[in-house]
């Protein structure tokens, strides 16, 4: 039994989540790649051959630590929408670790990926993948 609000008698919860989950998502990609380009110039240029290596551990940690101090990211505070548990309690670390790593599976798999967008965008709570897996719902935090 879920404890998060109902999206047939309380929608204002998910109104234009998926959408704002997009833009959250490019917002976070944005700052995740100012941070690698400020790695890069820290190694003088040497971080660029390992780009990839950077680009991965400052997404999981930004993820990781961002999402479990506030229950979401950067781009998710500034779309106003947040992450919670199915006890509608904000995300701690454990379950921002788990999160963080069923979206670094759903990307490293793009049918996962693909599978996961149809479901935020279909789905009565908008979750993906990894939030039914969960049991995690993005919401609007002015609801």
């Not at 919860?13 to 959250?24: D, E, G, I």
Request: glycine residues 6%; aromatic residues 14%; proline residues 3%.
């Amino acid at each position: 039994m879920s404890h998060l609000p109902d999206p047939d008698s309380q929608p204002e919860f998910y109104q234009s989540v998926a959408t704002k989950r997009f833009f959250a998502w490019l917002f976070d990609i944005a700052f995740i790649s100012l941070l690698c380009t400020v790695a890069i110039l820290l190694t003088f240029g040497m971080g660029f051959f390992i780009l990839a290596l950077i680009y991965a551990v400052v997404s999981f940690v930004y993820r990781v630590v961002t999402i479990a101090n506030g229950s979401a990211t950067l781009g998710m505070r500034f779309m106003g929408i947040e992450l919670r548990d199915a006890f509608g309690a904000r995300m701690d670390t454990g379950k921002a670790i788990a999160h963080t790593a069923g979206y670094f599976v759903s990307m490293m798999f793009p049918i996962l990926q693909i599978i996961s967008v149809i479901m935020m965008m279909t789905s009565a709570r908008c979750q993906g993948l990894t939030d039914a897996f969960l049991g995690t719902a993005m919401i609007n935090q002015r609801a």
